[in-house]
Each structure stands twice: as structure tokens, then as C-alpha cells.
């Protein structure tokens, strides 16, 4: 039990320690002042019109759930599916992946869609989006091979590939001789949990909405961009920017935010060290990347924190029929 909670207390301590360091060495990196200078300065239009094109992907996301959720059998209202997504991106800040798992948590309990199903269809979308992002670096790798393949892969050795391809064969060809053969309770609880959670992750495949699934996965992914481009121009060293910055600026940040609790203080120095390619000034990236941050994670405590509050008051006013 004590190695349990330890354990659970390293998984939330330690992306916090880091996001705090990171925090304190972007700081030394640029003065308080000079930092506070750019947001004074920096023009909120654009950042205001990148917090609603973020708006506007959290609200398509929670619609294209929709799309998932029907093929089980179950219709999931548009209020619960959007509050869940935004306290999914609060509870993140927290503990790192527990906002997925809050997800399907108030899916279970407001709509009645069993967890394992509901966290199915979440790693489904996860995997629907990760196919985009590879095509938004492929996207990038044509605009600026030789910037982006240094940037991802310059310490990458190709050696580790076989090695990590074999542990996962042998320890997959374990974990199913062990399933196919056990008849342990606990062996049956969890083939049952496996196959709610292979339905929700395949009811992509039986959706009667695909393209609409689809669109909705590219135009979350352009308001992406749309968000981090827009909010470049606030600033007026950013403001110029080619495509292919914005795009490797993107990339950065976006696998920042695994680094850490969404990004605290990864985000930054990814934005930083994705412009220096393109030999933007340290203070201005650096700025940028708080700016950026902040105005999304701004943006994200307030409507998350009110999804929160909202949805057992929604849920009492309207109890599922």
C-alpha cells in the first residue's frame, strides 16, 4: 500500500519539480522585466483571437465525440461532452493523464457510458490526432527538411530501434499466452475491462459519420496552428514569421506539453529553441512562448474551473432520460 501511494505521489511530484525548474531556467534566461515590457506591449487582438480559435478546437473536439460514442449505443449530450473536455485539460495540469481518466469518469457517471468503453474512444482519438501531427511534420519536413530532421532526431540511434521493437514482442507474446490461458478472477476482470476498451477504441471503424469525424479531426488540428500563428502576431519580432517557424515552433510545443503538467515551463524554452533555427532573438521567442502559455492556460483554468461547477448543476437541472 505504501509502495502504491509513493509511487502515485513520484507521478505527480515529479512533472511539477520539473515544471518548476523549467519555469526558474526560462526565467534566467529572460528578465522579469523585460518580459513583463512584452506583454505589456503586445498586441492582444491576436492573442485574443488565438484563445477563440483554442475555443473553437475544444468545442469540435467535444463534438467529434459524439461521432465515437454512438456506435456503442449510447447518445452523449453536447453540454457534458464539452465541460468534460475542458476539465480534462484543467485536471491535467494536476496529475499528468488523469484528465483522460476524469473523462470517462463523467461520461460513466453522467451519461452511462461504461469507463473502459468511454477511455477507449479517448485513446482512439488520441490515435486519429497523432496521425495528423505526423502529417503536420511531414508538412514541415518538406518546407524545411534539414531544420526539422535536426531538431527531432539529431541525437536518435536508429540501434535502440531493434532492440525496443524486440522487448515489445517478447512481453506482448507473454501478456497473451497469460490472458488466453488464466482463468484467475482478476485475469477475467481485466479481459472483460480489455474488451470495453478495444470497443471504444475501434468504434471509429464502425461510425456511419467518418468523413464528419475526420473533418472535425483536421479542422481541430487548423485551429491549432491557427491559434500559435495568430498569437505570433502580438508580437512584432514573431510577427513576420515564414511557415515553416510557425510550423517547427508548433511541432515543439506541442510535444512540450508531454513534457510536463501542460507545458509549465517545457513551453517556453520548446518555442525558444524551435525558433533559434530560424535565428529569432532569445528574448522575443522566449516572451512569445510565455505568451502563448499563458493566454491558452488562462483561458483553460476559467472554463475548466467552470465545467467543474457546472456539470452536476446541469446534470440535477436535466438527469439523463
Request: positive net charge; proline residues 4%; aromatic residues 16%.
Amino acid at each position: 500500500m505504501l509502495n502504491t501511494t509513493v509511487k502515485k505521489g513520484i507521478k505527480v511530484v515529479l512533472p511539477l519539480l520539473l515544471g518548476g525548474t523549467l519555469v526558474w531556467y526560462s526565467l534566467q534566461k529572460i528578465a522579469l522585466s523585460v518580459l513583463a515590457e512584452y506583454f505589456k506591449n503586445a498586441n492582444y487582438f491576436w492573442i485574443g483571437l488565438g484563445v477563440f480559435f483554442g475555443i473553437l478546437s475544444h468545442l469540435s473536439r467535444a463534438y467529434r465525440w459524439k461521432f465515437m460514442i454512438e456506435p456503442m449505443g449510447y447518445r452523449l449530450r453536447f453540454p457534458n461532452s464539452t465541460m468534460a473536455v475542458f476539465a480534462t485539460y484543467l485536471i491535467n495540469y494536476t496529475i499528468p493523464r488523469a484528465g483522460e481518466i476524469s473523462r470517462a469518469t463523467i461520461l460513466a457517471n453522467y451519461e452511462g457510458v461504461p469507463f473502459e468503453k468511454g477511455f477507449g474512444t479517448i485513446v482512439a482519438e488520441r490515435i486519429a490526432d497523432s496521425l495528423v501531427m505526423l502529417l503536420i511534420i511531414g508538412i514541415a519536413f518538406f518546407l524545411e527538411f534539414d531544420a526539422v530532421y535536426g531538431f527531432l532526431f539529431q541525437d536518435f540511434n536508429p540501434k535502440n530501434q531493434w532492440w525496443i521493437l524486440g522487448s515489445l514482442v517478447i512481453v506482448s507474446s507473454l501478456i497473451y499466452v497469460l490472458f488466453k490461458k488464466s482463468t484467475h478472477p482478476i485475469i477475467l476482470k481485466l479481459k472483460t475491462l480489455f474488451k470495453g476498451f478495444l470497443e471504444g477504441a475501434l468504434s471509429v471503424l464502425k461510425m456511419k459519420k467518418k468523413c464528419a469525424f475526420i473533418a472535425h479531426t483536421f479542422f481541430i488540428w487548423g485551429m491549432y496552428v491557427l491559434m500559435f500563428y495568430v498569437t505570433s502576431l502580438s508580437i512584432e519580432a514573431t510577427s513576420d514569421l515564414p511557415p515553416s517557424a510557425v510550423l517547427i515552433g508548433f511541432i515543439a510545443a506541442s510535444f512540450s506539453i508531454a513534457a510536463t503538467n501542460g507545458g509549465i515551463g517545457s513551453y517556453p524554452l520548446a518555442v525558444y529553441a524551435a525558433f533559434t533555427i530560424f535565428n529569432v532573438a532569445q528574448d522575443p521567442s522566449l516572451a512569445f512562448g510565455w505568451i502563448m502559455w499563458s493566454s491558452q492556460t488562462i483561458m483553460i483554468i476559467i472554463l475548466g474551473g467552470l465545467s467543474l461547477i457546472l456539470l452536476p448543476v446541469y446534470n440535477k437541472l436535466h438527469p439523463k432520460g
